[in-house]
């Protein structure tokens, strides 16, 4: 079960009984413990121990003085930061808090760095409680917070808000200095003279803390729907997986793989088959889950028509994998994974954020025409996590800088880019949309053929009748100068031909486009490689040809791709290439990303899924194979330990052995130098004494006649050096 840790003001609670949000929070179904003033100082140590998934921190908290100074304090903050970027990411949610409002220092400087600039603002003097309007943020209504698992509706907060007969009010304050690069804006108030005031915002990382922030009342007001959505991913995550059953499953080994899901937190919901399709189905069409697990006995052909074709959209559009599994007597023999996911799926996200953050600040990569061309194939991509457009503002305040009567510092290239972003952002019918057109219109025809077409391009993508300008096309066509054609010229020149539905010189640009690719499949560079690719597909999609050509054409597009996935694998890795890993900007690496998109619309095959699944076992049996040959080395180390163990038990004894005949061989050595020493002194002695005379006599006698006696002498002394002799033959055979 899920453990949350609960702040809440103790004096709020004993004076309001609507301040305890206990038995409303256990109700969703979570463990819960709560903080106040009392034990406070104790959280800190309980999220070092990582004993919760969230912490909840309750209106008016931060009025205590204790809970707030505990939240302010240095090891507090370091624990927290740490705490809420672990395990891919910690919840905690902070909700309204009226006395933070009011101080000169409002922010909550306990969030990590990136995010601790946002602080509350009190309401202006004169403004009541129940004025305002609140709304969605921006698309904030297909947000997962605002659909899962209730269906938020704005209008029904204000209205439960206004109706609590014990607190009625919408809000007291709200939230500033949200950067839009780091929040996303789930709830606002549009009716006032500011532009917004957010009043739920959510962290955009969500794996450095899934961090929500609530200027409403949600815990008081008792807004139970918007605040299960709110925990249900603070607290779980994010719901990626759906699981499709049935109430009468039998099948012991599925509840053992839900038992386990549950018991590793991995957020999912199980959806049963005899009352909750319709809601499966509408989760499904709003992306709510990234993977759809069909039961034991459960196939796609027997579910309800629109449920099965919304499932296969999403499929093919890489939005959601399918698992089916083929049951047999009970238990699993086999499971199947079907879908599309994209290879270039994650490199937009990251490049979006970036791009996000570039536009808050100004031009993307520092330029006019980098942001021109990125924004132009953004508008043309339906697989954005988010849109650009309310970054825009920032973008149009720069370029009306360079307004001069209606063009850009009248260059003729420049203004029909800006008549582009005009339209596309203020609409063809604003004044100044009209301006612009107006000094192209009147100056096209003096400019090269390349510009008109561009011209014509924008205009036609804009949707802006004018016969004159298709009556200059029309001309351009007819002249054609293929020998001077660049590869920019051929592909200005093929887009025109497609938005017109002239395809009279349309195979002759090709296989002339085709003459200046490159060995290696470029065009002069990564930026007109991915746009030369990304026409040529157009082509095949929209144009009928006969099989020789398409194949041809199918060629030229196979080498341009590969050249473009070449040079993301050796990109060279910095700061930009993070995001941008082509070239290092967004403008080349959107273009390549739109390439990689629109060439796997035309292959079958999810090769994407492929790569993954050979990468990771790869990576799995490489891990394997490495554990196994660590634990061969170590049994290697343990018979060559025991080895060396047993040969020194060996030398040991050897040793041993040696010693004692050392020592052995050492006295009876003494003893016999010993008796020598007194034999000769008794022989020595009498002869130096007696004289010469005696000395033949004397030798005769001892030695002559008492040769028994010698025999028995030597044959001691014999059996005294028998030991040395031994162990210096011992010691020699050693050596040799």
Partial sequence: MYKVALIQNQSEMLHYGYADARTLIKNFGYQLELYTADNIDNLGLALSDDKYDAIIIGSNSFNDKTIREEFEKNYFINIFQTWIQSNGGRGCLCMHQLRLASEKNSSLMFLPEYLNNVSAVKRLPGEKSADGNISFGFKAEKHNLCLYPNKINPQNIKRIALEYKSLPGIYWHYWSNVNLSDWEILINDLSTDENFRPLIINSRKPDQGRIVLSALTLDWQKQEDVLQN????????????????????????FEYFMSILRSKKTPFRNYNISDQLEILTNSILNNIHNILLLGPNISLSELPSNLSKNVKEKVNEGKLKLISIKDTDGDFSSFSVFGRERSAQELLYAAELKIQSELHTGYIDGSF??????????????????????????????????????????????????????????????????????????????????????????????????????ELVENIFKGIDFDSLSEIDIIVYLKAMIASNNTNFLLKLIFLLKDKQKENGSWIDLATT?????????????????????????????????????????????????????????????????????????????????????????????????????????NEMKDENTNLINKSNELKIKLLKKSKISRLSTTYMSISLLFGYILLSIIIVPLYNLGPEYSISLIKIVFIDAWPSHIAIMGAIGALLALPIKKWFINNDERE
């Fill in 530 to 634: 991915a746009t030369s690719i990304s026409v040529l597909i157009d082509i095949l999609l929209h144009i009928q040809l006969d099989k020789l050509d398409k194949a041809s054409i199918e060629n030229i597009i196979y080498n341009g791709v590969n050249y473009i996935q070449n040079s993301l694998q050796s990109a060279t890795v910095n700061v930009n290439n993070e995001c941008y890993p082509w070239d290092g900007k967004a403008s080349t690496t959107v273009k390549c990303i739109n390439a990689l998109f629109r060439y796997e619309e035309l292959i079958s095959l999810p090769v994407n899924e492929l790569i993954k699944f050979i990468t990771k076992n790869k990576n799995k049996i490489s891990s394997i194979s490495d554990s196994r040959q660590a634990l061969s080395i170590l």
């Fill in 230 to 253: 709110i925990l249900t991913y603070v607290v779980e995550g994010k719901h990626s997986t759906a699981i499709l059953s049935s109430y009468d499953n039998t099948n012991r080994s």
């Fill in 369 to 470: 025409w980098s942001t021109i061309e990125t924004l132009q194939i953004l508008n043309n991509l339906d697989r954005l996590q988010s849109s650009y457009k309310q970054f825009i503002s920032k973008v149009l305040i720069l370029m009306s800088k360079h307004d001069k009567n209606g063009s850009y510092d009248e260059v003729f290239g420049a203004t029909c880019a800006l008549l582009w972003i005009r339209g596309i952002h203020l609409g063809i019918t604003s004044y100044k949309t009209e301006e612009t057109f107006q000094w192209i219109k009147e100056r096209i025809s003096e400019y090269e053929s390349r510009e008109q077409l561009q011209a014509y391009l924008i205009i036609i993508e804009l949707k802006i009748e004018s016969a004159v300008i298709n």
